[in-house]
């Protein structure tokens, strides 16, 4: 049964910054895509970036330039460094993990921005 835990949320000023990592088990990870999202309360859940089992990147406009998604397939983890952050950034953030037809989600972290 795969499974996904994220850690390094937080509490953190404006500008500051925070990293986030996800590890996996119980599945392939170095052949899957990975992803980041975030939902902030009223809100529905959105892409923030993604990798592919490549390397390569994919950016919510939104985060350009300022986030940056690896991954460490020795470690079966997924890392999502945050820097620039906004009070808008504020939300419980979410690894992803697409293996096959099934979709898996880790429990989330919460990431709150000060202003």
């Known amino acids: 049964q795969a499974q996904l835990v994220e850690s390094g949320g937080g509490l953190v000023r404006a500008g500051g910054s925070l990293r986030l990592s996800c590890a996996a088990s119980?599945?392939?990870?170095?052949?899957?895509?990975m992803g980041w999202y975030r939902q902030a309360p009223g809100n529905q859940r959105d892409l923030v970036a993604s990798i592919t089992s490549g390397g390569s990147t994919n950016y919510a406009d939104s985060e350009k330039g300022r986030f940056t998604i690896s991954r460490d397939n020795a470690k079966n983890t997924v890392y999502l460094q945050m820097n620039s952050l906004k009070p808008e950034d504020t939300a419980v953030y979410y690894c992803r993990a697409g293996i096959g037809p099934f979709v898996y989600w880790g429990q989330g972290a919460q990431v709150t921005v000060s202003s």
């Open positions: 119980g599945f392939t990870f170095s052949g899957n895509a």
